[in-house]
């Protein structure tokens, strides 16, 4: 479990971590080593669950030896059903990271949601959604990892 204490906001008690997989998580469908590095880390404190639409038909591949939780998401509508997940896990102790229009859904619901800029840019509509905008995964992950930071930038 992960604490978080945020001036101005009530504490926060998470659980769990929502990621996407295409353009958060992976760059054109591939993990790089540093990531499943920290993603083996963070599992060790987080349920880590992470949540594709799987444009580049490789998050099964790229995740096998992860030891997490990876849905695959097919059809119209991906942000609700990330929503509905989300909503599912409890929203209060979960935190979300993103990059994309698909991700708003959950950014709506999560306790605190992070967007990744990245190689593939986001969806401008959900950098407004987001609390936390960084450049990159490796900075997502760090942000879990140094919690200060978070209460940092988050402080009112």
């Known amino acids: ?46 349920n ?10 490789t998050v099964a591949k790229e995740c096998r030896d992860l030891g997490v939780s990876v849905s695959t998401l097919s059809g119209e509508h991906c942000s609700t059903q990330k929503k509905n997940f989300v909503s599912a896990l409890g929203p209060e102790k979960t935190i979300c990271i993103g990059n994309g229009a698909n991700d708003i859904g959950m950014f709506q619901v999560c306790a605190l949601s992070i967007i990744i800029i990245g190689a593939e840019g ?26 200060k930071r978070i209460t940092a930038t988050l402080r009112e």
């Open 48 to 57: 880590v669950f992470i949540l594709s639409s799987d444009t580049y038909g």
């Open 1 to 46: 479990m992960l604490r978080l204490t945020i001036p101005g906001r009530s504490e926060l008690y998470v659980e769990n971590v929502v990621f996407d997989f295409n353009g958060t998580l992976a760059t054109d469908g591939k993990l790089s080593p540093s990531v499943r590095e920290k993603i083996a880390r963070l599992k060790a404190e987080l």
């Open 122 to 147: 986001c969806s401008a509509k959900a950098l407004v959604e987001a609390d936390i905008a960084v450049r990159d995964v490796e900075e997502a992950l760090d942000l879990l990892f140094n919690p």
